[in-house]
């Protein structure tokens, strides 16, 4: 903007435009999401609590590029909508078994691939760009690389 005054990205436009192009199957779900502040290696994280599934993200993210935040936001619906198929019982192991390093590997890679045949890998790759470029990268889920190929093939 020329006045120098950064726009905030909207979240809920966000999840909107998702739940329209690629998350048809997030519709029905109670979602809400808001920017706070939390540690710097977590961009965003993806929670229920009393039958509202919620993403918070990092308010360092607000004046950023959306195509990253739409690559994060793709990636915490993806969470939220594997999750929302699971009972009660099935949740709370997944969230016991998401501790140990293994399943939290596979997770996040199962979480990656998903997001990339919704649509959105270019989205996601942004995303895993920009984590890179800030030095906060955390080696999970998907390679950059992998990611990549994974791209070109669906392309």
């Known amino acids: 903007m020329s006045d120098g005054i950064l726009k905030m990205i909207d979240l809920i436009s966000i999840i909107g435009e998702l739940m329209l192009n690629g998350y048809s199957d997030a519709v029905d779900l ?8 939390i540690p710097d290696h977590f961009s965003a994280k993806s929670f229920k609590n009393d039958g509202e599934w919620r993403i918070i993200v990092n308010r360092k993210l607000m004046n950023s590029n959306l195509k990253v935040v739409s690559g994060m936001m793709a990636h915490e619906l993806s969470h939220i909508i594997r999750m929302s198929k699971l009972s009660f019982y099935n949740q709370r192991k997944d969230l016991d078994l998401y501790r140990t390093s293994l399943y939290k590997d596979l997770d996040e890679r199962n979480t990656d691939l998903d997001v990339i045949l919704r649509g ?27 990611a990549k190929k994974l791209i070109r093939q669906k392309g």
Do not use: P, Q
């Open 30 to 37: 109670k979602i809400g999401t808001r920017y706070t502040r």
């Open 120 to 146: 959105y890998g270019g989205e996601l790759l942004s995303y895993k760009m920009f984590l890179l470029s800030t030095g906060v990268y955390i080696d999970e889920g998907l390679t950059i690389n992998e």
